[in-house]
């Protein structure tokens, strides 16, 4: 069979983020500085979901060959594969419109998350809805396609090592280019982890399972060994939403890491209490670059009220210190937009942004994603169900004391604010670019981790900063939509 995969980029859509929901881009305000933000979005050549990978992987493994195709329906397909984004879905719907027309004998299938938590978007169309792992077709594509339209549940994958690693040829691998982490290119999505512990409520990673599955350490740097010989890899973005849960398991992935035919750049997702100094220590010996959190709020009830647990102001500032010392960049997730919000609750982020100084900051909007305990608490609070604006830079929700025009301009000046500054500059520019730290950017090196950590422990604690008691908020674990 001649099995399609649609997709698009249009948007600025990054499908792979918030959970599978996609998310945008920044889009320029405030004139010549909002431009050069801009900019730095735009560099980059980001690699598809890694669905789409996995898929094709899968697909050839049965013998079926596949075709990639962006924003075109092609009329030789015998299987049309859909992964639609929350901000794309119009444009999935119109092209599943048009397979129906052109190849209506043709099945359509629908995976990801948007067929588990909005069905009813597809309820006129004849596709399977996929509720589950895609990658389960490996196993039930004959099934699924002699079953009638609708959803069908598949589950997902008990051993994650049972999987064919991921097959990036149809999806020029030579391009792909992660800029905010990495100086060396070109980029390949992986995982050594699926899934989420945590409670967030407006979290979509919990939507399907609320436990973590992980591969072997093994498994993982033989898909990074291939992934450098067959795709000329030279960098890997770890897509795992809590890097380092197990630390076990972290610990021996970095000594295969280390023994690979040569050495690699990666980044990880975390949160800053699964990653103790002696390990960031470890992992940048052997290639670590840069990690993405979520520090979302210094307000330590809002985030209780939404069930995240906090961590502690200090220990965030201190965390950034140390990657900054150990030469690991920061990418640091802050929210704004919350129903309650003010001028002064937003200048307060901003303000606990610029103290902690990460590598990269991204000031997202609170966003309500279909599926989440928060989406329908929020649902009140909710002004505009046009999913096209759901991509955390466009505000969605109603404001007590906010006009939208206000947030989207608070949103422009956090941007604007935090990265043209002397301070940022000169705490970070070593890490973007090494040689300038002979023109005295950056503070120098610290000898060892050990050092790192007894310096903490000495430092005085930090006050907190007070925000008001925020009711809804809207982001992830240890996932920030960056530069």
Same mark, same amino acid.
């Given at each position: 069979m001649q099995i399609v995969l649609w997709d698009t980029r249009q948007l600025d859509v990054s499908k792979d983020f918030a959970g599978g929901y996609g998310v945008g881009q920044y889009a320029s305000g405030g004139g010549f500085r909002g431009q050069v933000v801009r900019w730095f979005y735009k560099r980059d050549h980001r690699p598809p979901a890694m669905t789409f990978a996995y898929l094709t992987s899968i697909f050839r493994q049965l013998g079926?060959?596949?075709?990639?195709?962006?924003?075109?329906? !092609?009329? #030789?397909g015998d299987v049309y594969v859909f992964c639609p984004s929350l901000i794309t879905l119009n444009l999935e719907l119109a092209a599943i419109r048009e397979?129906?027309?052109?190849?209506?004998?043709? $099945?359509?299938?629908?995976?990801?998350?948007?067929?588990?938590?909005?069905?009813? %978007?597809?309820?006129?169309?004849?596709?399977?809805?996929?509720?589950?792992?895609?990658?389960?077709?490996?196993?039930?594509?004959?099934?699924?396609l002699n079953q009638k339209p609708g959803p069908?549940?598949?589950?997902?994958?008990? #051993?994650? +090592?049972?999987?064919?690693?991921?097959?990036?040829?149809?999806?020029?691998?030579?391009?792909?280019?992660?800029?905010?982490?990495?100086?060396?290119?070109?980029?390949?999505?992986?995982?050594? *982890?699926r899934g989420c512990t945590f409670t967030c409520n407006y979290c979509p990673y919990i939507i399907i399972e609320n436990k973590t599955?992980?591969?072997?350490?093994?498994?993982?740097?033989?898909?990074?060994?291939?992934?450098? =010989?067959?795709?000329?890899?030279?960098?890997?973005?770890?897509r795992d939403p809590l890097f380092g849960l197990d630390r076990k398991r972290v610990l021996r992935l970095a000594e295969l890491i280390g023994n690979l035919p040569r050495k690699v750049q990666f980044s990880i997702e *975390?949160?800053? +209490?699964?990653?103790?100094?002696? &390990?960031?220590?470890?992992?940048?010996?052997?290639?670590?670059?840069?990690?993405?959190?979520?520090?979302?709020t210094p307000d330590e009830t809002t985030l209780k009220h939404y069930k995240r647990? !906090?961590? #502690?102001?200090?220990?965030?500032?201190?965390?950034?210190?140390?990657?900054?010392?150990?030469?690991?960049? &920061?990418?640091?997730?802050?929210?704004?937009?919350? $129903?309650?919000?003010?001028?002064?609750?937003?200048?307060?982020?901003?303000?606990?942004?610029?103290?902690? #100084?990460?590598t990269f900051a991204n000031f997202n909007i609170v966003t309500p994603y279909p599926g989440t305990e928060f989406f329908d608490q929020a649902r009140e609070d909710i002004a505009d169900f046009d999913y096209t604006k759901y991509n955390v830079y466009t505000p969605v929700m109603r404001y007590q004391h906010?006009? =939208?025009? +206000?947030?989207r301009e608070w949103h422009a000046r956090c941007y604007q604010k935090y990265y043209f500054r002397w301070d940022w500059l000169?705490?970070?520019? =070593?890490?973007?670019?090494?040689?300038?730290?002979?023109?005295?950017?950056?503070?120098?090196?610290?000898?060892?981790?050990?050092?790192?950590? %007894?310096?903490?422990?000495? %430092? $005085?604690?930090?006050?907190?900063? *007070?925000? !008001?008691?925020?009711?809804?908020? *809207?982001?992830?674990?240890?996932?920030?939509?960056?530069?």
């Amino acid at each position: 069979m001649q099995i399609v995969l649609w997709d698009t980029r249009q948007l600025d859509v990054s499908k792979d983020f918030a959970g599978g929901y996609g998310v945008g881009q920044y889009a320029s305000g405030g004139g010549f500085r909002g431009q050069v933000v801009r900019w730095f979005y735009k560099r980059d050549h980001r690699p598809p979901a890694m669905t789409f990978a996995y898929l094709t992987s899968i697909f050839r493994q049965l013998g079926h060959e596949v075709q990639y195709s962006e924003d075109q329906v !092609p009329a #030789n397909g015998d299987v049309y594969v859909f992964c639609p984004s929350l901000i794309t879905l119009n444009l999935e719907l119109a092209a599943i419109r048009e397979v129906v027309r052109q190849r209506p004998a043709a $099945p359509i299938l629908v995976v990801g998350i948007l067929a588990t938590t909005l069905p009813e %978007a597809f309820a006129d169309l004849p596709v399977r809805l996929i509720q589950g792992e895609p990658e389960q077709l490996l196993w039930k594509l004959d099934e699924v396609l002699n079953q009638k339209p609708g959803p069908i549940p598949v589950g997902s994958i008990k #051993n994650l +090592d049972d999987l064919p690693f991921p097959d990036w040829d149809l999806f020029e691998p030579k391009k792909l280019r992660i800029g905010y982490d990495f100086s060396q290119f070109p980029t390949g999505l992986i995982q050594q *982890s699926r899934g989420c512990t945590f409670t967030c409520n407006y979290c979509p990673y919990i939507i399907i399972e609320n436990k973590t599955r992980f591969r072997s350490p093994e498994s993982v740097t033989d898909e990074m060994r291939r992934g450098m =010989h067959d795709y000329g890899f030279r960098s890997f973005k770890f897509r795992d939403p809590l890097f380092g849960l197990d630390r076990k398991r972290v610990l021996r992935l970095a000594e295969l890491i280390g023994n690979l035919p040569r050495k690699v750049q990666f980044s990880i997702e *975390s949160r800053i +209490d699964l990653l103790r100094p002696e &390990t960031l220590d470890l992992l940048k010996s052997v290639g670590l670059t840069s990690i993405t959190v979520g520090i979302e709020t210094p307000d330590e009830t809002t985030l209780k009220h939404y069930k995240r647990a !906090p961590i #502690n102001d200090d220990k965030q500032r201190v965390f950034v210190e140390t990657c900054r010392r150990l030469g690991i960049r &920061t990418v640091a997730g802050f929210m704004i937009g919350f $129903p309650e919000d003010t001028a002064q609750s937003i200048k307060a982020v901003l303000r606990y942004a610029k103290s902690v #100084n990460p590598t990269f900051a991204n000031f997202n909007i609170v966003t309500p994603y279909p599926g989440t305990e928060f989406f329908d608490q929020a649902r009140e609070d909710i002004a505009d169900f046009d999913y096209t604006k759901y991509n955390v830079y466009t505000p969605v929700m109603r404001y007590q004391h906010l006009t =939208h025009d +206000d947030v989207r301009e608070w949103h422009a000046r956090c941007y604007q604010k935090y990265y043209f500054r002397w301070d940022w500059l000169k705490e970070n520019a =070593h890490l973007l670019w090494p040689s300038t730290r002979w023109l005295g950017f950056g503070r120098p090196s610290v000898a060892t981790s050990k050092e790192i950590e %007894a310096q903490a422990a000495t %430092a $005085p604690a930090t006050s907190q900063i *007070s925000l !008001p008691i925020v009711q809804n908020s *809207s982001s992830s674990c240890g996932e920030s939509r960056a530069a």
